[in-house]
T-cell receptor, first 112, second 113 residues
Framework: SQTIHQWPATLVQPVGSPLSLECTVEGTSNPNLYWYRQAAGRGLQLLFYSVGIGQISSEVPQNLSASRPQDRQFILSSKKLLLSDSGFYLC???????????FGPGTRLTVT | GESVGLHLPTLSVQEGDNSIINCAYSNSASDYFIWYKQESGKGPQFIIDIRSNMDKRQGQRVTVLLNKTVKHLSLQIAATQPGDSAVYFCAENSGGSNYKLTFGKGTLLTVNP
């Protein structure tokens, strides 16, 4: 069966510091991968998605970036965090031919 | 722009009652819809999906209804239990996209014992 991991689970970072969140998927190959952000009490905002290694599509221009160095690894980064970057970050995957996405446990980021 | 939205942001029901959560969508080109359940502090969990060539689909204690005429989607939960308390999101495949889902704002379901 497939599983998706995210770490860290929680993170508190000062404004201006860098960020690196990691997501890995097990039990599948060549998945589509997604990064979402969820503000408190709000819906899911798609940030980036990837259909293959090194292929990144950005949905919302901001100070975040994403990379996919390996088939089942997706990384979300920032060089300098802003207060507005606080939120719940979710990674998701799906098989290319299907529609349904499966989510990881999320990372709670608080920028202070 | 195109969007998926929910009629009711909160819903409170008694344990054992049936729950109905509604969702409106505006993109007539969307042909796949999905419901997720998100418990506090966790990632969304797939509940049930439906394609536009269907108007009803049933799962275990859940039923999704799709009315393409009025662009309306609903999730019915039978015999609601305290463990059903969560935020429920509907999502559509963004005008027929094979890559992206557009999510609604969510409805908070609270089940009172």
């Amino acid at each position: 069966s497939q599983t998706i991991h995210q770490w860290p689970a929680t993170l508190v970072q000062p404004v201006g510091s860098p960020l690196s969140l990691e997501c890995t998927v097990e039990g599948t190959s060549n998945p589509n991968l997604y990064w979402y952000r969820q503000a408190a009490g709000r819906g899911l905002q798609l940030l980036f998605y990837s259909v293959g290694i090194g292929q990144i599509s950005s949905e919302v221009p901001q100070n975040l970036s994403a990379s996919r160095p390996q088939d089942r690894q997706f990384i979300l980064s920032s060089k300098k965090l802003l207060l507005s970057d606080s939120g719940f970050y979710l990674c998701a995957w799906k098989q290319g031919a299907l529609y349904e996405q499966y989510f990881g446990p999320g990372t709670r980021l608080t920028v202070t | 722009g195109e969007s998926v939205g929910l009629h009711l942001p909160t819903l409170s029901v008694q344990e054992g009652d049936n729950s109905i959560i509604n969702c409106a969508y505006s993109n007539s080109a969307s042909d796949y819809f999905i419901w997720y359940k998100q418990e506090s502090g966790k990632g969304p969990q797939f509940i049930i999906d439906i394609r536009s060539n269907m108007d009803k689909r049933q799962g275990q204690r859940v039923t999704v209804l799709l009315n393409k005429t009025v662009k309306h989607l609903s999730l019915q939960i039978a015999a609601t239990q305290p463990g059903d308390s969560a935020v429920y999101f509907c999502a559509e495949n963004s005008g027929g996209s094979n890559y992206k889902l557009t999510f609604g704002k969510g409805t908070l379901l609270t089940v009172n014992p």
